[in-house]
């Protein structure tokens, strides 16, 4: 009889293999590959397991805390995705939503989605309690990579895209998987199919969906992943206490050290995507020396146009070059049109075109010196 840590090698390899054929497959028959060769592959794959392991798990467990908390995430994931979108705006599905196409999607993506987790599931109860966390970090690497279904373009992108990639995409994936793991390695498959199924049934099915940017959505499952590891881990050892077992405050894993650098980032990023009403922005100019110098964070408040007055200092576009400078005049043009004329402090003239009301961004009201480098220093690096 073939020894478990064979069997899962021949998984891992099959699955790293299925989805690796991807670079190799000739482009006019990707969609042949990627709609019927990849999900038969798995039913083939979990066939295979089946046999090799038997039904070692239970899909309808006692696992009501797992159960729960999977339930809580997919409430905050929809919730915060669609809130988020409330301030930005909404567009169509990429995915073809309609009836043929759900089928098509339901067939490619969350067949091969359920089947992985019916895979997980086998191989983490299989171990005993000595391999399994093991088990679980190397899993939760293998399963990442088979979660890239556009690996041929992610191998092409140049290195700005690779970095964006990572942080927008692949980091969430380790930190969705990284559950995942755990949660079957305690018994959690029924769990696991509610999250990863309502996960990615928004993004396949739903025909309208929030526009919003990526790392907005990559910090929201980052967050929401280690929320769950929280409360789950939290319930588990007050219900280890409450039975009467020994355990002790420093046996409690500390999740929240964990989630804490990611919490503080999601504000990071939505205070510097102007969700919140007051914007940052790095002075990338000496032209309103000695009010604000290069590198200083000046921070931009969403007001009015009417309450603009001479004096303020405007936040205001021009193409697609953001400029802080001080309204001098406010004029209007012979068919009533009103426009600021605005001047750097430290400019010798006026700026050479008028500022319009839909290119005013908002008005600057503080500054904070020399914190604005790094975000200077980033753009050049991305330009």
């Known amino acids: 009889m073939i020894k478990k840590k064979w069997l899962v090698l021949i998984i891992y390899t099959a699955m790293v293999v299925i989805h690796g054929l991807a670079l190799v497959i000739p482009a006019n028959f990707y969609d042949t590959y990627f709609n019927i060769l990849r999900p038969l592959a798995y039913i083939a794959l979990v066939i295979f397991a089946y046999f090799s392991f038997g039904k070692n798990y ?4 006692g696992k009501t805390t797992l159960t729960m908390v999977a ?30 196409g759900l089928l098509r999607n339901g067939w490619a993506y969350l067949l091969v989605i359920v ?57 969430p994936l380790l930190a969705l998987n990284l559950w995942l793991s755990y949660s079957a390695l305690n018994g959690g498959l029924t769990s696991n199919l509610i999250f990863i199924c309502a996960y990615y049934a928004v993004a396949l099915f739903c025909p309208i969906l929030p526009n919003i940017p ?6 929201a499952i980052y967050c929401i992943t280690f929320i769950m590891f929280i409360i789950y881990d939290s319930i588990e050892w007050m219900a280890k206490r409450r039975d009467g077992l020994n355990v002790q405050y420093h046996d409690k894993r500390h999740w929240w050290v964990m989630i804490f650098p990611g ?9 510097g995507l102007g969700i919140f009403p007051i914007i940052p922005v790095a002075v990338a100019s000496d032209s309103m020396s000695p009010e604000f110098k290069h590198g200083d964070l000046v921070y931009v408040i969403k007001i009015p146009i009417d309450d603009l007055e001479r004096g303020d200092i405007l936040q205001y576009t021009q193409g697609n070059i953001s400029i802080v400078h001080r309204i001098i005049d406010i004029k209007y043009t012979p068919s009533g049109a ?8 430290n400019n010798a003239t006026p700026d050479v075109w008028p500022v319009y009301d839909h290119q005013v961004v908002g008005k600057a009201i503080a500054h904070t010196p020399f914190i604005g480098w790094p975000a200077l220093l980033f753009q050049g690096l991305r330009e």
Not at 58 to 61: A, C, E, K, V
Not at 214 to 219: E, M
Not at 263 to 271: D, S
Request: proline share 2%.
């Open 338 to 345: 009103r426009y600021f004329v605005t001047q750097g402090d």
């Open 71 to 100: 339930i809580l995430g997919v409430v905050l994931y929809v919730g915060f995705t669609f809130a988020a979108g409330l301030f930005t705006n909404f567009a169509a599905n990429a995915m073809d939503t309609s009836p043929l």
């Open 263 to 271: 919490i503080v980032l999601a504000v990071c990023v939505m205070f």
């Open 58 to 61: 239970r899909l309808h467990g």
């Open 115 to 171: 089947i992985r987790e019916l895979l997980r599931a086998q191989i983490m109860t299989s171990f005993g309690e000595k391999s399994k966390y093991w088990m679980c970090i190397v899993m939760t690497i293998v399963f990442t990579f088979c979660c890239i279904d556009n690996l041929p373009n992610v191998l092409r992108f140049d290195l700005w895209q690779q970095v964006d990639y990572i942080f927008t995409t692949l980091l």
């Open 214 to 219: 990526k790392i907005l959505d990559a910090i």
